[in-house]
Nanobody
Framework: QVQLVESGGGVVQPGGSLRLTCTAS????????VGWYRQALGKERELVAR???????NYADSVKGRCTISRDIAKKTVYLQMNNLKPEDTAVYYC????????????WGQGTQVAVSS
């Protein structure tokens, strides 16, 4: 089964930026969509942004205007550029997607921690 591996997290001050990277072990086009999710301590995991097979993008209201999801098909990579980060963006960020042969999300990876603090 294809895997998605996250990287790029870190500690950043409020107002700072980070770019998260999601690298697939197989073809990105095997997914109907690939998205970035996050889970803050004590909260449910939520969808932050996603890019569909056709290239359409969607964002959670909480990150609209601050985050951009993009993909590099040749590199089998999906990025999440996050700007003007806020303390409430602190969470573990995960990459996942609807794998077309299964019609559902794949197993969750370890994620990458983002901490926004002064």
């Amino acid at each position: 089964q294809v895997q998605l591996v996250e990287s790029g997290g870190g500690v950043v001050q409020p107002g700072g930026s980070l770019r998260l990277t999601c690298t697939a072990s197989g073809n990105i086009f095997s997914f109907n969509f690939v998205g970035w999710y996050r889970q803050a301590l004590g909260k449910e995991r939520e969808l932050v942004a996603r890019v569909t097979y056709g290239g359409s993008t969607n964002y959670a209201d909480s990150v609209k205007g601050r985050c951009t999801i993009s993909r590099d098909i040749a590199k089998k990579t999906v990025y999440l550029q996050m700007n003007n980060l806020k303390p409430e963006d602190t969470a573990v960020y995960y990459c996942n997607g609807e794998y077309a042969p299964l019609g559902r999300l794949i197993n969750w990876g370890q994620g990458t921690q983002v901490a926004v603090s002064s």
